[in-house]
């Protein structure tokens, strides 16, 4: 394989390469942007939907959350343990720095009164119920509404539980909302739903409540442009790589893209004579752009130009001069004529 060959392969993997990389990336931006559909159509169907029991969607503590069930509005009646309250860390509401608070709600009758017998009496449902202000640097307790006391009903939206975090917080406080991890931090020890719910009423209702934390995105992002962005690129790298290498083998062949020789192969093209000198009609390889042939002999007589015959001024005087220059130049030229070489010429 020749070099040209060789260079104009190489050009092409790598665009293949950068082309291939490309083309993933645009695959995972299309992912993500199914995925977050998927989220949007969930919260459309589930965040207006009117209130079930608690166990019409999770029947026991061991039952997981569905993704399909997520923002799911529950009812369920119990009472809540103040005393196990925690704060959930950088979290901030609407840009503001903010602690949402977590309170255990334990369980008297999952089914809020639609079934003849309680159930699941005895489960930990972890509460959101709103977000208060952290304060100036964070560090200074902060008052956190008290939720109300005795039997409650509570009207809540479910959540998909989130992974334990192995990061400390400040005793009291949690970095995340795994209800195992919330009930450890509160020393509360009992069985947790797989699932954790957002606060939407309370009857009976507090005094005051915290506050009311903002409803979910449905903004689909920009995941579909970038996927098609980057496929385009895709495009844009492979064919720009094919081009490339056609322009760099004919480069390196001889012969450029304009179908012109390059200055090398029309120097090789030009004539010259037996000795190397250079043509005889055109100047040598030594001879200055533009510089005249220089030519001797016969040829050189041949080539002479005419001289201009001088300006008569009359009178006697300048008559008789005017002949002696005539008769000069006519001997010259028989000179010239016979090949003669005259001294000082």
Do not use: K
């Not at 037996?274 to 030519?295: E, H, L, N, Q, T």
């Amino acid at each position: 394989m020749s070099a040209a060959a060789r260079r104009a392969v190489g050009i092409v993997c790598v665009g293949i390469v950068l082309a291939t990389a490309c083309v993933f990336l645009g695959r995972w931006q299309w992912n993500r942007h199914v995925w977050r559909d998927a989220a949007i159509a969930v919260v459309e169907t589930n965040y207006a939907a009117e209130p079930v029991p608690l166990d019409g969607v999770l029947a026991s503590t061991d039952e997981v959350l569905g993704e399909a069930d997520e923002w799911r509005t529950v009812d369920v009646v119990g009472r809540y343990d103040a005393d196990a309250t925690v704060l959930l860390r950088n979290r901030p509401v609407d840009g503001h720095p903010a602690y949402h608070v977590l309170v255990p709600f334990v369980v008297q009758d999952a089914s809020a009164g639609t079934a003849d017998d309680p159930t699941g009496a005895g489960g930990v449902l972890v509460v959101d119920r709103g977000w208060v202000p952290t304060g100036e640097d964070a560090s200074a307790a902060v008052d956190v509404p008290a939720p109300p006391a005795g039997t409650v009903t509570l009207t809540a939206r479910l959540r998909l539980d989130e992974r334990e975090t192995t990061r400390t917080a400040p005793p009291g406080q949690v970095q995340a909302v795994a209800s195992s991890q919330v009930l450890a931090a509160g020393g509360l020890d009992a069985v947790p739903y797989a699932a954790y719910a957002q606060r939407l009423a309370e009857d009976p209702a507090p005094a005051e409540v915290p506050g009311t934390l903002p409803p979910p995105s449905t903004d689909p992002g920009s995941h579909l442009s970038y996927a098609f962005q980057w496929w385009a690129f895709a495009l844009l790298i492979l064919g720009g790589s094919v081009f490339v290498a056609r322009r760099e083998a004919a480069l390196l062949s001889g012969v450029a893209t304009t179908g012109h020789p390059r200055s090398d192969d029309r120097a090789a093209a030009t004539p010259s004579t037996p000795d190397g000198s250079g043509s005889g009609v055109a100047g040598g390889p030594s001879d200055p752009p533009g510089a005249r042939p220089v030519r001797t002999g016969a040829a050189a007589a041949d080539r002479t130009p005419a001289r201009p015959a001088p300006r008569r001024r009359g009178g006697r005087a300048e008559d008789e001069e005017d002949a002696l220059i005539d008769a000069q130049l006519a001997a010259r030229g028989r000179s010239d004529q016979d090949g003669s070489v005259r001294p000082g010429r």
